[in-house]
């Protein structure tokens, strides 16, 4: 599976995001990502800017909850230049905006409220939601499976696996927090994961401590 660093603690980007970013050089990250919330959008232009000098995949999570926020997040993440946009469910927005060489888009599947973020509604419906998110032309989904209210996280998983199909690229995003659930998430189905906070909290391995080497330690629980 793909490990998506993501620059965030609390659901927004961490200040000091550079800072942190370059410190973990040279440690293998290919993918690499952050909140449309936290600091100024110099700053986010700057960030898409070195992880892709460095050869990384950046990406861009959208945590705004109205309709009218999702909007203004999703025509924003087409100016910063990154290679993916997660989250929002605003789907022909997006395709419509990202189209001509811009990100690819990866909706929420579910039902999301709140921030941080929860996800509600069933299997079922998340099974629904990613089959038309693949009809109507996006790789894949950001799922919050870990946030979820009405159902079991790795049905969740499963569901959006059968959605999606064998093609779809299936993101797990928020909350995993060991070896174990990464292993858990990707006999469920799990193309790739996501993890900030955990990291920043040092609550990934135990007794290491700093991003660089709690980093180090995801990269190992997945063989890279």
Not at 38 to 46: I, N, P, S
Not at 180 to 190: D, Y
Request: with cysteine.
């Amino acid at each position: 599976m793909d490990f998506i660093f993501m620059l965030t603690h609390h659901d927004k980007t961490v200040q000091n995001c550079l800072d942190v970013y370059d410190s973990l050089a040279g440690i293998g990250l290919r993918h690499v990502g952050f909140k449309d919330v936290g600091v100024d959008k110099a700053t986010l232009k700057e960030l898409t800017r070195r992880i892709k000098a460095d050869g990384s995949i950046a990406y861009v999570e959208v945590v705004s909850q109205t309709p009218e926020t999702i909007r203004q997040s999703i025509t924003a993440s087409a100016e910063l230049g990154v290679d993916r946009v997660l989250g929002g469910q605003d789907i022909k927005l997006a395709m419509a905006t990202f189209k001509d060489g811009g990100p690819t888009y990866y909706p929420f599947p579910g039902r999301p409220t709140g921030h941080p973020t929860k996800l509600g509604g069933t299997a079922a419906e998340v099974e629904n939601d990613c089959r038309d998110a693949i009809g109507s032309g996006c790789p894949g989904v950001d799922l919050l499976a870990y946030r979820a209210t009405e159902a079991d996280p790795l049905d969740l998983i499963r569901a959006a696996r059968r959605g999606l199909g064998d093609k779809g690229y299936l993101i797990v995003a928020g909350s995993i927090d060991s070896p174990e659930r990464i292993k858990a998430v990707a006999a469920a189905g799990a193309n790739a994961f996501t993890i900030g906070s955990a990291v920043f909290e040092n609550a990934f391995a135990q007794g290491v401590k700093g991003v660089r080497d709690q980093c180090k330690a995801v990269l190992r629980a997945v063989g890279t």
